[in-house]
């Protein structure tokens, strides 16, 4: 079992910026890893991952262009950069690991993780 913690979450206005972070007790250089959010009452939705490899990513439509994801493999830290912030971001953010996926690709689907965090929360408000 991995056990993953987000931090970096918080109150932020809209068209603000905020960077999450995650890390690990486990190495995290062989998996996939991904961020997902969630609000009440909704299913839990792909934001973006990012290969075991680094070189690929992928985002859900409605944060291309203000979310970018990356990874620190000397530090073992996954993080989402999130710019231009909107009132409809608001959610808690779970990073997760997906332990079966390709080296040089990655999938946002929640199904295909294996580890997940506590989340953290993001609130966007004026």
């Known amino acids: 079992q991995v056990q993953l913690v987000e931090s970096g979450g918080g109150v932020v206005q809209p068209g603000g910026s905020v960077t999450l972070s995650c890390t690990s007790d486990s190495i995290l250089d062989n998996f996939g890893l991904g961020w997902f959010r969630q609000v009440p009452g909704k299913e839990r939705e792909g934001v973006s991952c990012?290969?075991?490899?680094?070189?690929?990513?992928s985002y859900v439509d409605s944060v291309k262009g203000r979310f970018t994801i990356s990874r620190d493999y000397r530090k073992n830290m996954v993080y989402l950069q999130m710019n231009n912030l909107r009132l409809q971001d608001t959610a808690v953010y779970y990073c997760a690991t997906d332990r079966k996926a390709f080296t040089t690709m990655c999938r946002t689907n929640p199904k295909e993780y294996d580890d997940w965090g506590q989340g953290t929360q993001v609130m966007i408000s004026a």
């Open positions: 990012i290969s075991q490899t680094g070189d690929y990513t």
